[in-house]
C-alpha cells in the first residue's frame, strides 16, 4: 500500500545549527524546494536534507505540523565507510555508542536538539548517508498503534521481551515503543511527521479511517492525518 518513505521531519529550535550538523557534520546534501513533494510546503522556517530518495527535514516549532521531538532514526551507510565515520565523528568531539546486529554495526550519537542519529552498516551504494532505514514512535498503547500500522501494510519481524517494543518493516522499519529508553539511552519520538508515497493516498486513508484524527487535503491529492498517538502521516501520490 506505502511504496516509500517520502519524508521525516524534527522540530529544532535553530536551523542554522541543525543545519551545520547534518550539511557539515553528516555531510548531506540540502535539498531545494522543488526537490521535495509539494504537500511539504509549510509557513515557516524549514530546510531539507538528502537522505537517498528521503528527504529529512528540520523545521522551526512556529506552524503546524510541528516535526518530531526526541526522535530516534536510523541511515544507512555504506559497510566500508563505516570506521571512517567512527573516526571523525569521534575526532570531532562527539559522544559514540556501537550495537551490532548479526553481521553490521551501527553508531550512535545526538544531534543538537536530542534527537538519537544511528548510522547503520547496510547494503547501500553511498557514498555516505544513503537513505532512512529505520524510524521509531512513541506509542501509548502498542497493541493499538501494531494494528494501525498493520493495516497500512506493515509486517510485525520482531516484539521486544516484555512487550514494550515491536518493529514491523514496510517502506522502512518502524518501531513503535512503549515510553521506555532504548539503546544509546534513545527515546521513541513524539508528534513525528512523515511522509509516504503510495499510489492510492483516499485508498490508505480509507484503510485507517476509524481511527485517525483529522483529515486535511493537500495539494496533488495528497491527504494529512494523525494516527491515534498524534504522529502525522502524508499520504501523496510518487
Known sequence: MLSGLSWLALEVKEVAAASEFYGAVLDMDLLAD???????????????????????????????????LHTHYAMSIPAGEYDDWWAKLEAAGFDLDEHVFGDARSLYLYDPEGNCVELGQQPVAGPGVDDVFEVVLEVAELDAAQGFY????????????????????????????EPHLGLADARGGVHVDLGFATSDPDAAVAAVADRITGREPLAGDAVRVHDPDGHVLTFHAP
Open 34 to 68: 522543488d526537490a521535495v513533494p509539494g504537500s511539504l510546503a509549510r509557513n515557516s522556517e524549514q530546510v531539507a536534507f538528502a537522505a537517498g530518495d528521503t528527504a529529512l527535514v528540520c523545521r522551526r516549532p512556529d506552524a503546524v505540523p510541528r516535526g518530531g
Open 150 to 177: 498493520r493495516d497500512l501494510g506493515f509486517e510485525t519481524v520482531d516484539e521486544g521481551a516484555g512487550r514494550e517494543r515491536v518493529r514491523m518493516h514496510g517502506p522502512m522499519a518502524l518501531e513503535l515503543w
